[in-house]
Structure formats: C-alpha cells, structure tokens
C-alpha cells in the first residue's frame, strides 16, 4: 500500500488528520474539495474495485504510463520507425514545431506580406484587438 509517511515525497492533504492506517489512499483521505478528483483517479486506478489505490495499483497504474510516453515519444521523434530516436530526429521534429510558430505568427502580424514582422505591424494587430484591449500587451515604442 502507498504510505504517505514514509518519506517518498507524497504529502497528507491534511496533516492533523490520521486516516491512513492501512496505508491506502482513500478518498476519506481528502479534503471534500478534492474527493471528486481522487474519485476519477480511482476510477482510472483502482484495479479490484476496493475503494483505495494500493502500491501496487499505483506501480501498476505508473508503468502503464510509462509506457504509454514511450509509445508516444517514439511515434513522435522517431521518423524513419527504427525503433530508436536519434539526435537528428529530435532536432528535426522540434525544427518542424518552431517552423511551424514561426509561420503563424508571420501569417498574424506580417500584415503587408514581406516575410518580415514590423512594430508597426505588431502595434497595428494588437491595436485592432478589442479596442486596444490585448492581454496586457502594449504597442512597441
């Protein structure tokens, strides 16, 4: 079972109350605010229905994660599906990602189309926006 006492980073949400005797996490353990998040964990987490997420539930629920990021990381960087990423890959996918921003941002502020973005420009575009209303941004000197 977890155990929120034994140094492993995990803190009682309520450290007054001592609901923790079987070393499970239950959502009795949480303030009422947080029980309906702790409920979709179990949910998620809680294999045989106890009401609690034991150790092993929760290793169970982590490797399955794990395994989940690896899939995705390898589905994302790895482009010629060799099984392993290399440098150039990973270089190549976030140079596509930056491309990409880059692009859309030239699309929204270079407002006469030379490829390059003004302060004119970027004052005309944040000017535009709800009456000179953009977020906190203001126009460049």
Same mark, same amino acid.
């Given at each position: 079972?977890?155990?929120?006492?034994?140094?492993?980073?995990?803190?009682?949400?309520?450290?007054?109350?001592?609901?923790?005797?079987?070393?499970?996490?239950?959502?009795?353990?949480?303030?009422?605010?947080?029980?309906?998040?702790?409920?979709?964990?179990?949910?998620?987490?809680?294999?045989?229905?106890?009401?609690?997420?034991?150790?092993?539930?929760?290793?169970?629920?982590?490797?399955?994660?794990?395994?989940?990021?690896?899939?995705?990381?390898?589905?994302?960087?790895?482009?010629?599906?060799?099984?392993?990423?290399?440098? *150039?890959?990973?270089?190549?996918?976030?140079?596509?990602?930056?491309?990409?921003?880059?692009?859309?941002?030239?699309?929204?502020?270079?407002? /006469?189309?030379?490829?390059?973005?003004?302060? *004119?420009?970027? /004052?005309?575009?944040?000017?535009?926006?709800?009456? /000179?209303?953009?977020?906190?941004?203001?126009?460049?000197?």
């Amino acid at each position: 079972m977890v155990s929120l006492r034994d140094g492993s980073g995990l803190q009682k949400p309520h450290a007054e109350r001592e609901t923790y005797e079987n070393g499970a996490i239950t959502t009795n353990d949480f303030p009422r605010p947080g029980r309906g998040i702790f409920a979709k964990l179990l949910d998620t987490y809680d294999a045989n229905d106890d009401g609690a997420i034991s150790s092993a539930e929760l290793m169970a629920a982590a490797e399955l994660m794990a395994e989940d990021l690896q899939a995705d990381f390898l589905a994302k960087y790895d482009t010629n599906k060799d099984g392993q990423v290399t440098s *150039d890959e990973a270089l190549a996918v976030h140079q596509a990602i930056v491309s990409e921003e880059i692009s859309a941002l030239l699309q929204k502020y270079d407002l /006469n189309g030379d490829g390059a973005v003004t302060s *004119d420009e970027v /004052n005309t575009v944040l000017q535009s926006r709800n009456g /000179n209303r953009h977020g906190g941004l203001r126009p460049i000197d």
